[in-house]
Structures are given as C-alpha cells and as structure tokens.
C-alpha cells in the first residue's frame, strides 16, 4: 500500500551516508564530524544525486539541538568552573571579543558586509566545538589534568555566552525598511529578559525539587525503558515550555533542564540514558547543516575562505595564547588550551541558521562559516602536531620501580 516515506528515507539516509562519511574520517585519523557535515552536503540539493528532504531534515536536526544543549547542562559543573574562573572567564570572552572584531573588520571592509551581518559573522567564529575540544583531550589523556580542566572551563564560558546570544539575536535584528527604535529595542530586552529570568528561577526553584522527585520515582519502577522515556521526555517537554509559554528557545529550555538535573543523585543514570540519543540525533543536525552547505564557495570565494578559516586557527589561537601568557601559565598548558579552541562547530552552525533565518544574514556568509567550520574541525588534529613540536605535548612522569614506590608510600612524605 502506498505511503509517504520521506521521514524514512531521510532517517536512512542520514545515518547510513553519515556512519559511512563517519568511519572513513575516523581511518583518516579526523574528526567524525567532518564525515557527518561531508555526509550532509552528499544527499544536499547542491550535489548531484538524491537529495533528502530540505524541509524535514531541520526539524530533525531542532531535536538535535534540543538533545546538545541538554547534554552541555548535565554536564555543566559550576564547581569545576569556579576553579578555573581566574583564567576561564576573561580568556573566554577576551577571545571571543577578539574573533568577534577581527570578523567585523573582514566582513565590514573586505567583504561589503553591513554592521550587524558582520558582527554575528565574527561572533560565529569565536565559539569552538564542545564535541571537537573533548575528543581532542581524550585522545591526549589531558581531559581531567589541569590544561584539560581550563580548556572546559573556558569553553563552559562561551557556551553560556552563546546561549544569551541566542536569546538576544532576534531582538537586535530590524527588518528590512524598518528603523531601530532605541526605546522599543530596551522595552523587548527588559521583557525577554524578565520573561527568561523567570523562566530559569522557576526551574531552578520548583523544577529543583519537581524533577529530582520525579526522576526517583520513574527510577522505582526499575524500567530502563521508562526511565529513558522519562529523561526524553522531561528534556522535550520543558524546552517545549520555555518556548510556548516563557518566549524562550528550545535550546535554552533544554539547557536549564540539563542544568536542573546535573546536580540531582540520578543526574549521572539521566545523562547516561540521554546519551545514545543526543548522539543520534546530533548525527542528524550535522547532516543537515551539511545539506545547508553549498560546496562551490570553495571555488567561488577561496580568498575569503581562507581569510576567514585565518580568523579562526590563527587569530583565536593568539588570542589565546595573549590571555594564557598574561596569566603566566606554562608554555605547554599555554599552546594546549590555544590548539584546543581553534576550530569551530555546532554553536556557530546555530547561530548562522538562526540569523539567515532572521534575515541578518546571506547564505553567501552561512557558507563561509560553514566552510571554515569544515576545514578547521579537519585541520585541528595538524594544529595539536604543530603546538606538539613546538613544546605543546604533555610531559610524561618519569617512571618510579615498584621497590621505590612501595618505600616511598611506607615513609610518607617528607618532612616539611
């Protein structure tokens, strides 16, 4: 019997061109990332071939934002920020300061960008990718050292950051024919705001002791199903609030449920179940924002591609480098934490989508981002060989014999 197929088709696929794209970036020793966006523009309306459903593959991707910014509140650790806030907070908004005027100078002057169009261009680029910076730290065993902790702690910054400039974006853009109206702008801002600080006081307050209660008592039902059903449902139905009845964004929604639930005893089962499917779905948001991706910009526009792929790898890693040294933090931690930002990712895919969606932006700029998010996720494992040679790579503890050991943890420590 006939019917549609659409949701089944682009299910398929997306997972199975992006598993395929995935593995092949994985044997080349590069981020699946880069397989997922590749996988994207494959089945796009801008290369040959099937082209999966334009309309749908948003949506999809919308529940993988949903799932992101879910996963970055669970695992967002207040503690752990305040023991690096002296170096995380002004590094973070120092580099995205710099990205941000050094993308204003590009666009305005160089690329016959208006003011806002180029502001949120250099904004796009300052936010790196939580997905690419953990990888990189894992595979350097550097994820719970030190430099690991300030990497973390720098980007939990700009993700914040960013989260406010999602909730900020549409109210700073005026159609086009309109004036800005000052007085109108600050009544929107004073609103919106009140509207989201009420939103998260509610969660923080009510949703505190809601949620936590709630999750123990799915957990007495000793269903894995139900439990997971649960986690999905409480990340999806309060993002769906935040937007319906506070104003809000699905993504802040789902950033203040993680956030909510982080630190309730069963925030660590909640983010375990929540896993599986914000990979999945995430798999689905990169593949749409590679359908996005119009691959003949590298042809067209290679000099602003590379002047803006500039922006990211070598303006934000200085950027970096300024602020670490102006700390007095050692050259290896220094070059860790620069080579760990350079790239960006899917923040700035969500604030590119969001301004061409507003109309702030071209599609023409969409994909010079989206370009050099491409090459700058793929260039990063390059960047950590050359910070590598340069004095970047971890020191390796000398080797103690199991007689010393053993002797040194008999005589305890030394006297002071």
Do not use: C
């Amino acid at each position: 019997m006939p019917h549609a197929d659409s949701l089944i088709l682009t299910l398929v696929g997306g997972f199975v061109l992006a598993f395929v794209f995935g593995m092949i970036a994985h044997r080349l020793k590069l981020s699946p990332l880069v397989g997922y966006l590749v996988a994207g523009v494959a089945v796009g309306p801008f290369t040959p071939g099937w082209v999966a459903d334009t309309e749908l593959a948003p949506q999809l991707a919308e529940i993988g934002v949903i799932l992101l910014m879910f996963g970055v509140g669970l695992h967002f650790s207040p503690r752990d920020l305040m023991k690096v806030r002296r170096v995380a907070v002004p590094g973070a908004l120092f580099q995205i300061a710099s990205a941000t005027v050094l993308g204003w100078l590009l666009g305005r002057f160089a690329l016959g960008m208006g003011d806002l169009e180029a502001v949120l261009m250099g904004f796009a680029l300052s936010v790196a990718s939580t997905v690419v910076l953990l990888r990189a730290l894992e595979e350097r065993k550097q994820l719970k050292s030190d430099v690991g902790r300030i990497a973390v702690g720098w980007l939990i910054v700009e993700d914040l950051v960013i989260v406010l400039a999602l909730v900020m974006v549409p109210l700073l853009v005026v159609p086009a024919g309109q004036v800005l109206d000052a007085a109108a702008l600050g009544s929107d801002l004073v609103w919106t705001l009140g509207k989201v600080i009420a939103f998260v006081g509610l969660m923080l307050v009510v949703g505190g002791r809601v949620l936590p209660w709630l999750l123990v008592r799915i957990a007495h039902t000793r269903s894995r199903e139900l439990f997971t059903l649960g986690v999905l449902s409480i990340a999806l139905g309060i993002a769906w609030v935040a937007y319906a009845i506070f104003g809000a964004s699905f993504a802040l929604g789902a950033f203040v449920a993680g956030l909510v639930l982080n630190g309730t005893p069963l925030g660590h089962n909640a983010a375990e179940r929540a896993l599986p499917l914000r990979d999945a779905f995430a798999v689905l948001f990169f593949v749409s924002v590679g359908m996005l991706f119009d691959p003949t910009v590298l042809l067209e526009k290679p000099l602003a591609v590379l002047a803006v792929l500039g922006i990211v790898i070598l303006g934000k890693t200085l950027a970096a480098l300024a602020i670490t040294t102006a700390f007095k933090l050692d050259r290896a931690t220094s070059l860790t934490v620069a080579a760990s930002l350079a790239q960006i990712g899917e923040f700035s895919f969500i604030l590119a989508a969001l301004s061409m969606y507003l109309g702030a932006m071209s599609r023409e700029t969409h994909d010079l981002i989206l370009a050099a998010a491409l090459l700058s996720i793929t260039l990063n494992p390059l960047v950590f060989a050359l910070i590598d040679r340069m004095g970047g790579r971890p020191k390796t503890p000398v080797p103690v014999s199991a007689g010393e050991g053993i002797r040194a943890a008999a005589e305890g420590p030394p006297p002071p």
